[in-house]
């Protein structure tokens, strides 16, 4: 069983830059892939970027760029860097955890996932 709380989220400007975190527990962190996603009002959740075991990340097409995920074991976390903020941004974003048996791998689709967040909610002004 592994345990994941989102932090970090909040109300900011349009143009500005946030970080989120999501602390781990529970099992070896380094026996999972990490994902983050987002869910805006009304819409579906939405993938925006995986790290791999080995810190190998990926990100959605619309993403690149302004997104940057990282990982550091050595705390249990992985953290999502978001620049240039928009409104379009405004979502409830979730980190996920996967237990993955090889280390390059990095999932994007959101029912590969084992354990969910409960969410910290962004909000960007416009």
């Known amino acids: 069983q592994v345990q994941l709380v989102e932090s970090g989220g909040g109300l900011v400007q349009a143009g500005g830059s946030l970080r989120l975190s999501c602390a781990a527990s529970?099992?070896?962190?380094?026996?999972?892939?990490m994902g983050w996603f987002r869910q805006a009002p009304g819409k579906e959740r939405e993938f925006v970027a995986a790290?791999?075991?080995?810190?190998?990340?990926n990100y959605a097409d619309s993403m690149k760029g302004r997104f940057t995920i990282s990982r550091d074991n050595a705390k249990n976390s992985i953290y999502l860097q978001i620049n240039t903020l928009n409104p379009e941004d405004t979502a409830v974003y979730y980190c996920a955890a996967k237990q993955a048996a090889y280390e390059n791998n990095w999932y994007r689709m959101s029912n590969s996932y084992d354990y969910w967040g409960q969410g910290t909610q962004v909000t960007v002004s416009s």
């Open positions: 790290v791999s075991r080995n810190a190998n990340a």
């Open positions: 529970g099992r070896s962190f380094t026996d999972y892939a």
